[in-house]
């Protein structure tokens, strides 16, 4: 079946810093992939998406780009501000639509 | 104001009640899901509906029950039956065609 694996966390970083959160991938198909951004107590919120290999997908900041060849989809940004606390899940989505598939999450902490 | 809404926020229940959550969205989104949310635990679907008086089970509907019959609507039980009820419920919603899940609040049901 599909499947996410994502980084452990929690990540703690600086503010300022570069982050790069590991997303890979196990499908059947040619899934669409997305990030979600889920901030304390709220529901999940899309980041970014991308449908076919090599696309990228980009928002506020954050960049991840679909990597076919190695099963891939890492979330990206240059510079974290504090207000990029909150956990972060990678998922995947194929053919019909029917049923997103999730990472665990990783909590991402960023201090002054 | 367009969107998903989930209610109550918080629900308190004694273990052996049945409780039923809310989940309604004026977005005209064809499909909706359920899912629940664990501490550490990526997201699990509960049970979905493409269509009115239509709905699937998910991977972990054992102990839950839903109905669909307004396009606005999906509530979910989480009955007596359900082992370990305590947990993040989030409702989704998906257009017709499309590949982006979009998530309401959440609710935090707390059995005790």
């Known amino acids: 079946g599909d499947s996410v694996t994502q980084m452990e966390g929690p990540v703690t970083l600086s503010e300022e810093a570069f982050l790069t959160i590991n997303c890979t991938y196990t499908a059947t198909g040619y899934p669409s992939l997305f990030w979600y951004v889920q901030y304390p107590g709220e529901g999940l919120q899309l980041l970014l998406k991308a449908t076919k290999a090599d696309d990228k997908g980009s928002n506020k900041g954050f960049e991840a780009t679909y990597r076919k060849e190695t099963t891939s989809f890492h979330l990206e940004k240059g510079s974290v501000q504090v207000s990029d606390s909150a956990v972060y899940f990678c998922?995947?989505?194929?053919?019909?639509?029917?049923?997103?598939?999730f990472g665990t999450g990783t909590q991402l902490k960023v201090e002054l | 104001d367009g969107g998903i809404t989930q209610s109550p926020k918080y629900l308190f229940r004694k273990e052996g009640q049945n409780v039923t959550l809310s989940c309604e969205q004026n977005?005209?989104?064809?499909?909706m899901y359920w899912y629940r949310q664990d501490p550490g635990q990526g997201l699990r679907l509960i049970y979905y509906s493409h269509i009115v008086n239509d709905f699937q089970k998910g991977d972990i509907a054992e102990g839950y029950s839903v109905s669909r019959e307004k396009k606005e609507s999906f509530p979910l039980t989480v009955t007596s039956a359900q082992k370990n009820p305590t947990a993040f419920y989030l409702c989704?919603?998906?257009?017709?065609?499309?590949?982006?899940?979009?998530f309401g609040p959440g609710t935090r049901l707390t059995v005790l």
């Open positions: 977005l005209n989104h064809d499909a």
């Open positions: 989704a919603t998906l257009k017709g065609g499309a590949d982006t899940q979009y």
């Open positions: 998922a995947l989505i194929t053919g019909g639509g029917n049923k997103l598939t």
